[in-house]
């Protein structure tokens, strides 16, 4: 009876022991909000500590972009707080031909429970930045399928170059494609004639072809809008997210412009109803923040440049 209790205690020291190490496998996203936007941010982190101090690998993907760095840090077992230092995180409003970094320091929590760890924390700006760089929240999940081998592996043989983790196709492919057709939905269409449109911006493009995609601006928290282009409904009812609602459209020429607009559906859990548009003009591309609520659409006018 004893040596069993003595069997269980070394066993119960054992599993807190390793439970209150951050070494392992970490997935999940991030996010930052500022005001009335907010964008996702996905992001692995390869640990491995050595008594108080922790180094390893962030990866991460934000909008089409992958980033893959090495980092250096301090974890205290006693506290079970982890510290990561000078890490260049791209600007949540940087475009996609001029990426800005933010550099921030990670800070974070080890959260253990018989379901599984999680790291809650945060990057924080250096003080250079913070006017411009905003908190940047995160949960990660420990993978508990890490292996020692793998993790000191992916560890000792990084190089910026290598992606040592990329997202799935689930992660970024495109939510929905949209055919450019005319749909019918009275309700909407008439709803739509009610409202005021209000134009939020106007490109020149070379292309008479374009692609078009709709995410989520803000936190992903409900919001669903319906698409007209040139006054005719092509979707109802798409909700946002981090992946695209897709559209190609083939402009009309005899328009001296072509005019897309979003509908709002409904305003989610956090008003008002926010998207980012991307329009693929070839090798070029327009990011347009757009919103609308119940009394005001919001439209783009597209011109074709003259030759």
Not at 64 to 81: I, P
Not at 185 to 200: G, H, I
């Amino acid at each position: 009876m004893i040596k069993n209790l003595l069997v269980a205690g070394f066993l119960i020291l054992a599993f807190n022991a390793s439970a209150q190490s951050v070494f392992g496998y970490w997935y999940g996203f991030a996010n930052v909000k500022s005001n009335n936007a907010a964008n996702n941010y996905l992001v692995e982190m390869i640990l491995q500590p050595e008594k108080n101090h922790v180094k390893g690998v962030l990866n991460y993907y934000f909008k089409n972009t992958f980033r893959s760095l090495q980092v250096k840090g301090n974890y205290d077992a006693n506290t079970r707080q982890l510290s990561l230092y000078d890490i260049p995180v791209t600007y949540h409003a940087s475009v996609t031909n001029m990426e800005i970094d933010c550099i921030m320091n990670l800070q974070a929590s080890l959260r253990v429970a018989r379901a599984g760890s999680n790291l809650v924390g945060r990057f924080v700006s250096l003080p250079d930045y913070k006017y411009t760089c905003v908190d940047i929240n995160f949960n990660l999940t420990l993978d508990k399928d890490s292996k020692q081998d793998s993790v000191l592996k992916a560890i000792r043989e990084y190089k910026e170059t290598y992606q040592v983790w990329q997202p799935s196709i689930a992660d970024t492919q495109t939510a929905v494609t949209v055919i450019q057709r005319k749909v019918v939905n009275y309700v909407v269409e008439n709803q739509f004639k009610e409202r005021e449109t209000v134009l939020a911006q106007e490109i020149e493009v070379n292309s008479d072809s374009l692609q078009v995609d709709f995410y989520d601006n803000g936190e992903v928290d409900g919001d669903s809008i319906s698409v007209f282009f040139n006054n005719q409904l092509l979707a109802f009812s798409q909700k946002l997210s981090t992946r695209s609602i897709h559209f190609n459209l083939v402009l009309d020429s005899a328009r001296a412009y072509n005019e897309l607009t979003m509908f709002a559906d409904n305003l989610g859990s956090i008003p008002p109803n926010t998207a980012l548009m991307i329009v693929t003009d070839g090798n070029k591309q327009y990011q347009i923040r757009l919103s609308s609520n119940l009394q005001k659409n919001a439209s783009v006018r597209i011109r074709r440049k003259k030759n």
